[in-house]
């Protein structure tokens, strides 16, 4: 894998195209086909190359930067790499809930895959209030599959420690380190905060006991080594359709802690529940669809730590971690994980430099504030009570309560 800068920009649709005539013969290219950027991220150039019969492919490059910002952003292109290894690992233990890998190209920093454009981004269909049926139950399992059979509960111990080597990512890891753990606790220039939030965000800044809890979660993100984690499952890496979810963009991906992942699609399902407060909708919607939303979060939970433990008592060769006391014990740790670092995702999304839409819909700065505030109080509850909490339904439940309470 080439990791200096001597990688280029496909010049033209006619070098994408040649890049997909090498690697792949799905598309019929005698009559030219159509290539189209849709990227709609910060980091890499997507393109979708549809050939005359309407059958398309995707191409995905990365650059030594960050595309939104240029040259000024440094950036490894091992990330690609880093990429396609997980889509290749993901498809073996969740192979309908990836799209399929056809081709990783490290002269060009590129991959080949099969296109879900038939799937829609699920932060949209949140948006539009779709309700999925299973949807929290098929994140749950894409999670228990992934995370499951990437830790030592079914690695053997070298096998672990090759895939550990494998998967540092320095570079994309330095970055959630720092937006995630650090902007969102302090008055950083980075930070895009609501003027009308800022007695709040300046409550959260003073705060030292919240600052201890992030270090420690901060802490178990750089050394918790616990299975091949995606990093970045916002609810933009998840695209869906009835009956279907297909997971994508890992190139944050390294081996980290389980309740990572888990936290950071809670928190994402969270800022949509927040985001209904400031909604112009009737009310009996906005707390339907709340109701939708908190439901799936019992079913993920659920589904995830049903089949994580069906795997082990299934699959787990080691000796040494057979005990069905410990396993329980792990999920607690894991469930608590998840509440913490739902907690830190929240505060980034509403106090740091990436916001998401389900907030910035809201274009009142006097009505979103209202939605924020609901967030950062979660974010609060999540990151210092996380230890306390025993389970799903005394989550669900005090989530309920602190939004009467506001
Ligand atoms: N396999 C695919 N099939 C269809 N569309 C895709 C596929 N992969 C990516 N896309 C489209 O391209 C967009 C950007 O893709 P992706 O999130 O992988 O890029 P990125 O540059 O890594 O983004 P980010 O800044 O969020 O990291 C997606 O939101 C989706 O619309
Ligand atoms: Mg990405």
Redesign the pocket.
């Known amino acids: 894998m080439s990791t200096d800068n001597t990688v280029h920009k496909f010049v033209d649709d006619a070098a994408v195209i040649a890049f997909v005539s090498a690697h792949s013969d799905q598309l019929d290219l005698s009559v030219p086909p159509v290539v189209e950027e849709?990227?709609?991220?910060?980091?890499?150039f997507?393109y979708r190359v549809r050939d005359h019969r309407g059958k398309s492919l995707?191409v995905?490059q990365a650059l030594p930067y960050i595309?939104i910002i240029g040259e000024g952003w440094p950036l490894s292109l091992d990330r690609i790499r880093i990429e396609a290894d997980v889509l290749r690992s993901e498809a073996c233990w969740a192979p309908h809930q990836v799209?399929e890998l056809l081709y990783f190209s490290p002269a060009d920093a590129a991959i080949l895959?099969?296109?879900?454009?038939d799937h829609q981004?699920l932060r949209h269909a949140l948006i539009e209030r779709r309700e999925l049926p299973g949807l929290g139950l098929q994140i749950g399992d894409f999670l228990a599959a992934t995370l499951f059979h990437t830790s030592d509960l079914f690695l053997n111990s070298t096998a672990k420690k090759e895939q550990l080597a494998s998967f540092i990512n320095p570079d994309l890891c330095g970055i959630s380190e720092e937006v995630y753990f650090i902007d969102p606790f302090c008055d950083h220039e980075r930070n895009s905060v609501n003027p009308l939030l800022l007695q709040e965000a300046k409550q959260i800044w003073a705060d030292d006991a919240l600052r201890a809890e992030v270090a420690e979660l901060k802490y178990g993100f750089m050394n918790r080594t616990e299975a091949l984690i995606h990093g970045?499952l916002h609810t933009?890496?998840i695209f869906v359709r009835d009956g279907s979810i297909k997971v994508?963009?890992p190139?944050f991906a390294f081996c980290g802690p389980v309740g990572f992942d888990l936290g950071t699609v809670l928190a994402n399902f969270l800022l949509n529940f927040s985001a209904q407060l400031g909604l112009p909708s009737e009310m009996e919607e906005k707390n339907r669809y709340q109701h939708y939303l908190l439901q799936q979060l019992r079913e993920l939970w659920n589904s995830f730590s049903q089949s994580f433990l069906e795997l082990a008592e299934q699959k787990s060769a080691d000796a040494g971690l057979a005990s069905v006391q410990w396993r329980a014990r792990k999920m607690a740790d894991f469930f608590a994980d998840m509440l913490g670092y739902a907690g830190v995702e929240m505060m980034r999304r509403t106090l740091g430099i990436a916001h998401v839409a389900d907030l910035e819909q809201i274009t009142d700065e006097s009505v979103r504030v209202v939605s924020e505030r609901l967030s950062i109080r979660l974010a609060c509850l999540l990151i210092t009570r996380r230890g306390e909490l025993s389970g799903i339904e005394e989550l669900l439940k005090e989530i309920q309560a602190l939004q009467q309470s506001l």
């Open positions: 849709i990227g709609d991220g910060n980091i890499n997507v995707i995905k595309r799209p895959m099969q296109d879900i454009g981004n970045d933009g890496s994508i963009d190139e």
